[in-house]
């Protein structure tokens, strides 16, 4: 089969089979149903560490943990789920939400969309221990 061929192939079969997942809507990002939907994502993650509050975003592709260790996020990367333990990381304002800068070469930065509420709240809520959310 002549090389030129085989690559026209490749790329077309690539390019079909990336066009049939984003039709089926399999290339939405994750988002959460409920509270009870963000827990179990951290509990898949963090099992030692179970969450004891909740705080989802306003567009539910975030939320914030509070476990009896500290503070916490799960955040969609794709179509699943990410989480990690908030100590030591640099939070910052930035105008789409807040950019957490995390200690861990895996996830260096996540960049949150929140509204402005939730902007100006999270970052106490971070900080907090045994706060309302």
Request: overall charge negative; glycine content about 10%.
């Amino acid at each position: 089969m002549p090389l030129g061929l085989l690559l026209t192939l490749v790329i077309g079969g690539i390019a079909g089979i990336a066009l049939a997942l984003h039709l089926l809507g399999l290339s939405r990002q994750h988002r959460f149903d409920d509270v009870a939907d963000a827990a179990r994502a951290w509990d898949r993650e963090c099992p030692e560490d179970p969450a004891l509050r909740v705080t989802l975003s306003h567009d539910r592709h975030a939320a914030l943990i509070e476990t009896a260790r500290g503070h916490g996020i799960v955040w969609p990367m794709g179509a699943d789920t990410t989480a990690r333990d908030l100590s030591g990381a640099r939070i910052t304002r930035t105008r789409a939400g807040l950019r957490i800068d995390l200690p861990d070469f895996t996830a260096p930065h996540v960049h949150l969309h929140l509204d402005a509420a939730e902007a100006d709240r999270w970052p106490q809520l971070m900080t907090a221990t045994g706060g309302a959310a």
